[in-house]
């Protein structure tokens, strides 16, 4: 009669088995969801992270915005995704004829028409027509050499990543005219900037192509290298400094 009881209970409780599956039938945690379907860390540069947390910014990675994987520009305050060959290809290509680039080709070439310098075709309308092919073939095939092709040979990463308003306005003003010839390997480590300065050189060596005669000379193609190296130097103050532009415009509109 003691024993009943135990009897009793045993027979009311449910099987074990059935129990565990029971528990294996439940969905995953809410949390567990959202981890799975989160981009990886392993996807963003950590040494990229790194250099931005050194620069005075306090966010990790994951808090960060995650700057797109074809875009040139690294924003202030952004993570900045690792680059395949592929990706360097692709960014090298898209460079090349993105409006900005075209809006490039314009100003060189009427810059050049205006003033009647290289490459010398002359000053009528089909001078200025050549001009635009040949600032377009200048630009283009430097892009494409600097970042589809020799970025992947040296392991460089071929963007730029803007400062922003946390740092002092010289030392912003350095850091951007000197990357034409300072860039960085993949893994964040600073070096000369072989991928760009090889590949500026060998676009404007292949102006001996589709140039005039009296431009291609040895000291010519050197002129138009270091054009080409202030050219693209210039482009990066402006891209380091636009925001504080637009921040100083929308300060006189609100006065």
Request: glycine fraction near 8%; proline fraction near 7%; hydrophobic fraction near 40%.
């Amino acid at each position: 009669m003691v024993a009943m009881p135990g009897c009793v209970f045993a027979k009311l409780a449910p099987p074990a088995t059935a129990a565990v599956s029971s528990a294996a039938e439940l969905p995953d945690a809410p949390s567990a969801s959202l981890m799975s379907s989160s981009r990886s860390s392993a996807d963003v540069d950590d040494d990229t992270s790194a250099d931005l947390n050194a620069f005075g910014w306090q966010a990790t990675p994951a808090a960060r915005p995650v700057a797109p994987t074809y875009v040139k520009l690294i924003v202030a305050g952004q993570a900045a995704p690792k680059q395949t060959a592929k990706d360097k290809v692709l960014l090298g290509f898209r460079e090349s004829v993105l409006p900005s680039a075209m809006a490039g080709w314009v100003i060189s070439a009427g810059w050049s028409q205006l003033i009647d310098s290289s490459p010398n075709y002359g000053t009528d309308g089909k001078a200025f027509a050549q001009r635009l092919g040949a600032a377009a073939a200048l630009r283009s095939s430097r892009e494409i050499f600097s970042d589809s092709v020799l970025s992947i040979a040296f392991h460089q990463d071929p963007r730029y990543y803007q400062l922003g308003h946390g740092h002092k306005f010289v030392n912003r003003f350095v850091y951007a005219a000197t990357r034409p010839l300072v860039g960085r390997t993949d893994g964040g480590r600073t070096i000369p900037n072989y991928a760009f300065i090889l590949g500026t050189g060998g676009a404007s060596a292949l102006t001996h192509t589709y140039y005039p005669e009296i431009n291609v000379t040895p000291g010519q193609v050197m002129q138009t290298w270091g054009t080409s190296l202030g050219g693209i130097a210039l482009g990066y103050l402006v891209s380091e400094f636009r925001p504080d532009l637009k921040d100083w415009i929308h300060l006189r509109k609100s006065e």
